[in-house]
């Protein structure tokens, strides 16, 4: 009795001793896991601080304030598009500034405003031409030099051979400071114009209709075709080998590069069926061929969830398999289902690789209307402005990545919320 006493104060105080070490181990896990977290968050904070920083000016465009005298010797009624409209904003700023007389002065004059307002006018007058013989007061966009210079990157106090705006142009931008004439205003063309060679013309909206008409068409084929994939494999298909082989290539799938998946969108549906080139309907079936793993795995999860008892309950007052499934197992998995789904639509809307390799790459100004229209996306949109040297595409580049990265959040919170809603806990 007595050495079974001692054998448990001997285990006792061999707990004992050791308790201090494994408080350790635990405070130093703690300590390791919270250090991670904050690495991590850090690291995020920083990209996202990066992106806004050098990206919310972008939502601003600098205008200037002009007397627009829409002389008759320089319009066509019949015909806006043949008018002169560059003649009118040229007169417009020799009488602001009617000392500037040198054809090179004029020049550098001339190129402190937007090729914009020549287009700006031109709108103004196909819907209005009783304007014709008066003047009015318009403010039209300037050069994205001038944009950049009162955004505070055009170096006002740098040598003049370093600067892009000389003094004498300088002079002038101080002139309509001075009177409030310039200024910075919502940049309305960046969410309703397409590309453009100009910075300050450039916008996103072709790229994200683009976008959206290629996730629509993923949608509208990856979604049925997933789930009626995942349902066969789940609840009909026979258990062989050929099925067995079926399902590990599904999961092989799911771990393909995504430009393989380009290339072949590029020999099938360009090279073999001639579809469109560097449209949504090509873009579309290649990101659904990259979507439906995901879609399939994410599926075949949720059906795996729903607990056995409910089929059993369906089957067992005479419901056929069928009716077993659609009746009752398909609508308790389907927000996981839903699930999945939407994380793989966010998966392929930041997909750049694919559509590069069928050509939606190309320089795109059109607003597609249709799934055969020549367009690009809003993540090639971004890789083709990154690769520009002007500074005003660099700030363009920074809010394209943050529409695209608040379009990402949106649908992700979307696939939380459709779980949290319509998940059942067994």
Same mark, same amino acid.
């Given at each position: 009795?007595?050495?079974?006493? *001692?054998?448990?104060?001997?285990?006792?105080?061999?707990?004992?001793?050791?308790?201090?070490?494994?408080?350790? +181990? #635990?405070?130093?896990?703690?300590?390791?896991?919270? =250090?991670?977290?904050?690495?991590?968050?850090?690291?995020?904070?920083?990209?996202?601080?990066?992106?806004? &920083?050098?990206?919310?000016?972008?939502?601003?465009?600098?205008?200037?304030?002009?007397?627009? &005298?829409?002389?008759?010797?320089?319009?066509?009624?019949?015909?806006?598009?043949?008018?002169?409209?560059?003649?009118?904003?040229?007169?417009?700023?020799?009488?602001?500034?009617?000392?500037?007389?040198?054809?090179?002065?004029?020049?550098?004059?001339?190129?402190?405003?937007?090729?914009?307002?020549?287009?700006?006018?031109?709108?103004?007058?196909?819907?209005?031409?009783?304007?014709?013989?008066?003047?009015?007061?318009?403010?039209?966009?300037?050069?994205?030099?001038?944009?950049?210079?009162?955004?505070?990157?055009?170096?006002?106090? =740098?040598? #003049?051979?370093?600067?892009?705006?000389?003094?004498?142009?300088?002079?002038?931008?101080?002139?309509?400071?001075?009177?409030?004439?310039?200024?910075?205003?919502? *940049?309305?063309?960046?969410?309703?114009?397409?590309?453009?060679?100009?910075?300050?013309?450039?916008?996103?909206?072709? +790229?994200? &209709?683009?976008?959206?008409?290629?996730?629509?068409?993923?949608? +509208?084929?990856?979604?049925?075709?997933?789930?009626?994939?995942?349902?066969?494999?789940?609840?009909?298909?026979?258990? *062989?080998?050929?099925?067995?082989?079926?399902?590990?290539?599904?999961?092989?799938?799911?771990?393909?590069?995504?430009?393989?998946?380009?290339?072949?969108?590029?020999?099938?549906?360009?090279?073999?069926?001639?579809?469109?080139?560097?449209?949504?309907?090509?873009?579309?079936?290649?990101?659904?061929?990259?979507?439906?793993?995901?879609?399939?795995?994410?599926?075949?999860?949720?059906?795996?969830?729903?607990?056995? &008892?409910?089929?059993?309950?369906?089957?067992?007052?005479?419901?056929?398999?069928?009716?077993?499934?659609?009746?009752?197992?398909?609508?308790?998995?389907?927000?996981?289902?839903?699930?999945?789904?939407?994380?793989?639509?966010?998966?392929?809307?930041?997909?750049?690789?694919?559509?590069?390799?069928?050509?939606?790459? +190309?320089?795109?100004?059109?607003?597609?209307?249709?799934?055969?229209?020549?367009?690009?996306?809003?993540?090639?949109?971004?890789?083709?402005?990154?690769?520009?040297?002007?500074?005003?595409?660099?700030?363009?580049?920074?809010?394209?990545?943050?529409?695209?990265?608040?379009?990402?959040?949106?649908?992700?919170?979307?696939?939380?919320?459709?779980?949290?809603?319509?998940?059942?806990?067994?």
């Amino acid at each position: 009795m007595s050495s079974a006493k *001692n054998g448990n104060a001997t285990s006792l105080e061999t707990v004992k001793k050791g308790l201090p070490r494994r408080y350790r +181990a #635990e405070r130093r896990f703690r300590f390791f896991g919270l =250090t991670a977290i904050a690495i991590s968050l850090s690291f995020l904070v920083l990209l996202f601080g990066s992106v806004i &920083s050098k990206g919310y000016s972008a939502f601003q465009q600098t205008f200037v304030q002009l007397e627009i &005298s829409f002389d008759p010797a320089l319009m066509d009624r019949n015909n806006p598009g043949n008018s002169d409209f560059g003649g009118v904003v040229k007169a417009a700023l020799f009488r602001e500034f009617p000392e500037v007389s040198d054809r090179g002065e004029r020049k550098k004059l001339f190129a402190l405003i937007s090729t914009g307002a020549v287009y700006q006018l031109q709108e103004m007058i196909t819907a209005q031409p009783s304007l014709i013989g008066s003047s009015v007061t318009v403010w039209v966009p300037t050069d994205d030099d001038v944009d950049m210079l009162l955004k505070g990157h055009g170096g006002r106090t =740098t040598a #003049e051979s370093d600067r892009r705006l000389d003094d004498q142009q300088l002079a002038w931008i101080g002139k309509w400071e001075r009177e409030g004439k310039i200024k910075k205003r919502f *940049n309305r063309t960046f969410f309703t114009s397409g590309d453009s060679r100009e910075p300050e013309l450039a916008g996103i909206l072709g +790229a994200f &209709s683009g976008s959206m008409l290629t996730l629509a068409l993923t949608l +509208a084929l990856s979604f049925p075709i997933g789930v009626a994939a995942a349902v066969y494999l789940e609840e009909f298909a026979p258990r *062989n080998r050929f099925v067995d082989v079926i399902e590990v290539n599904i999961n092989n799938l799911a771990a393909v590069p995504s430009i393989v998946y380009g290339l072949l969108g590029l020999a099938v549906f360009i090279n073999f069926f001639h579809l469109p080139r560097s449209s949504p309907m090509v873009g579309g079936l290649v990101l659904t061929l990259m979507t439906l793993p995901t879609i399939i795995i994410a599926s075949r999860a949720a059906l795996q969830s729903v607990p056995p &008892s409910i089929r059993e309950a369906a089957l067992g007052i005479g419901a056929s398999k069928m009716q077993m499934v659609n009746h009752h197992v398909l609508p308790l998995a389907l927000p996981g289902m839903l699930t999945g789904t939407i994380i793989g639509m966010a998966r392929a809307l930041g997909e750049t690789a694919p559509l590069l390799m069928i050509g939606m790459v +190309a320089f795109i100004v059109d607003i597609p209307s249709n799934f055969i229209s020549p367009a690009t996306a809003l993540p090639v949109q971004i890789y083709l402005w990154a690769d520009s040297p002007e500074r005003a595409f660099v700030e363009r580049t920074s809010a394209a990545i943050m529409v695209l990265l608040a379009f990402l959040v949106v649908m992700n919170s979307l696939a939380v919320i459709l779980r949290n809603r319509f998940e059942r806990r067994w």
